[in-house]
């Protein structure tokens, strides 16, 4: 079992900055792929950006961001901390939303433990 509680959401305006934190604990972090997720109002939730555990075989450490935050987001995680990180520059309102951190074993299952999300509103 693997506990997530992410921190850091809040309030900003457009053209701003937060960070967010996904802070672990239960089972060896550095094990498990690690992700970010998003839910606005009204849709469905969404992958942002995921990270892979440097452990793994195929495509260790490597991570990957959804289109419309590359080059504004960026993922890292510190395994010696059980933490996760989502550095989040030039913020836009579609930005705003609940996010989520989740981890998963192998890059060839689905995420399965969740965090419990964090708000992030970004004003216009």
């Known amino acids: 079992q693997v506990q997530l509680i992410e921190s850091g959401g809040g309030l900003v305006q457009a053209g701003g900055s937060l960070r967010l934190t996904c802070a672990a604990s239960?089972?060896?972090?550095?094990?498990?792929?690690m992700g970010w997720f998003r839910q606005a109002p009204g849709k469905e939730r969404e992958f942002v950006a995921g990270?892979?555990?440097?452990?793994?075989?195929?495509?260790?450490?490597?991570?990957h961001y959804t289109d419309s935050v590359k080059g504004r987001f960026t993922i890292s995680r510190d395994d010696a901390k059980n933490t996760m990180y989502l550095q989040m520059n030039s913020l836009k309102p579609e930005d705003t939303a609940v996010y989520y951190c989740?981890?998963?074993?192998?890059?060839?299952?689905?995420?399965?433990?969740w965090g419990q999300g964090t708000q992030v509103t970004v004003s216009s």
């Open positions: 989740a981890a998963r074993a192998s890059s060839f299952i689905s995420y399965d433990y």
């Open positions: 239960g089972r060896t972090f550095s094990n498990y792929g």
């Open positions: 990270i892979n555990s440097i452990k793994w075989a195929w495509n260790g450490g490597t991570t």
